[in-house]
């Protein structure tokens, strides 16, 4: 089945700095989405993205599906952008509805 | 509608016992999915309905797992003589077709002691 992989796996920064998040899949996809999981582990959805690029806020994400990749940009990050992003891909292959989520990334923003 | 409901929030159970979680999902989707995350990793796919239909399952979905939804709207998660590797984060999802957006409820923790 199609894999994914987040990097980097943990991200340190301090409040104000800009960072990106990169989604590898092996696969094309027919739907991908970023998630942000809240401490209480509750997904929160940040983008709707399976090609081309969406901005929101201080939140922009690109999806360049014919070198199946996703990059996530967090601009001037504050400490309540702390927590685990999640990629998560929906394969066009085989006819299955799930969608396959990497291991994620987890951001930490100090003060 | 305030999105997709989950109950319990929160469960702990004794090794053995049987236990059912409810997903309530946004009322005009008709696609429901089940996914369990355990600590450090992503969610991982269980189960699936279009409407009534359990269209598709897991290998992760053993015999002691079964999953319903009676009419085509909420749907039940059970459990039967758990295990403590049964120990996760139940998250339920639901969209309306199947490239669009899909939205997750707050999860149903469960700890097996």
């Known amino acids: 089945g199609i894999q994914v992989e987040q990097s980097p796996p943990d991200l340190i920064l301090q409040e104000g700095a800009n960072s990106t998040l990169r989604c590898n899949f092996s696969d094309s996809v027919n739907n991908l989405q970023w998630f942000h999981q809240n401490p209480w582990g509750q997904l929160i959805n940040l983008f709707y993205?399976?090609?081309g690029t969406k901005q929101n806020g201080r939140l922009s994400a690109t999806t360049v599906a014919t070198e199946r990749y996703s990059l996530l940009y967090i601009s001037s990050s504050q400490t309540t952008d702390s927590g685990v992003y999640f990629c998560?891909?929906?394969?066009?292959?085989?006819?299955?509805?799930?969608?396959?989520f990497g291991k994620g990334t987890k951001l930490t923003v100090n003060p | 509608d305030t999105g997709v409901s989950q109950n319990p929030r929160h469960k702990i159970t004794k090794r053995g016992q049987n236990v059912t979680f409810r997903c309530d999902p946004i009322s005009e989707h008709n696609r429901l999915y089940w996914y369990r995350q355990t600590l450090g990793q992503g969610p991982e796919f269980l189960t699936y309905?279009?409407?009534?239909?359990?269209?598709?399952k897991s290998r992760l979905l053993s015999d002691r797992f079964s999953a319903e939804r009676p009419k085509g709207s909420f749907s039940t998660l059970e459990i039967q003589r758990t295990e403590q590797g049964d120990s996760a984060m139940y998250l339920c999802?639901?969209?309306?077709?199947?490239?669009?957006?899909?939205?997750f409820g707050q999860g149903t923790r469960l700890t097996v002691v």
């Open positions: 998560a891909v929906g394969s066009r292959q085989g006819g299955s509805e799930k969608l396959v």
């Open positions: 993205i399976p090609s």
């Open positions: 999802a639901s969209r309306w077709a199947q490239n669009t957006e899909a939205f």
């Open positions: 309905f279009q409407n009534e239909a359990q269209l598709e």
